[in-house]
Nanobody, 114 residues
């Protein structure tokens, strides 16, 4: 299993970014996919999760209405559209899935700063 994130960077408050996670090595559509983040000095937290067929999504309260998780099963890719970014969204963002074993990507850094 391989998860490769991309799309992070530096953005001003109020701006937008779209993260992508390209997956390989498993039957992508069978598994829920999640985005987690870890800010400096803080524990890793769940940001959003989408079920295998995109029928169910879940968000942490702090990003509801600003972030949207989606997936394209034909491309084995999950996305995180982040709008109205705030400095407190600054973190390393990780793609995650599990099939009884946990799989993490290498992370992509998002910095929200003026």
């Amino acid at each position: 299993v391989q998860l490769v994130e991309s799309g992070g960077g530096l953005v001003q408050p109020g701006g937008s970014l779209r993260l992508s996670c390209a997956a390989s090595g498993f039957t992508f559509s069978r598994y829920a996919m999640s985005w987690y983040r870890q800010a400096p000095g803080k524990e890793r937290e769940l940001v959003a999760r989408v079920s295998g067929l995109s029928t169910v999504t879940k968000y942490t309260d702090s990003v509801k209405g600003r972030f949207t998780i989606s997936r394209d099963n034909a491309k084995n890719t999950v996305y995180l559209q982040m709008n109205s970014l705030k400095p407190e969204d600054t973190a390393v963002y990780y793609c995650y899935t599990q099939d009884g074993t946990n799989y993490w990507g290498q992370g992509t850094r998002v910095t929200v700063s003026s």
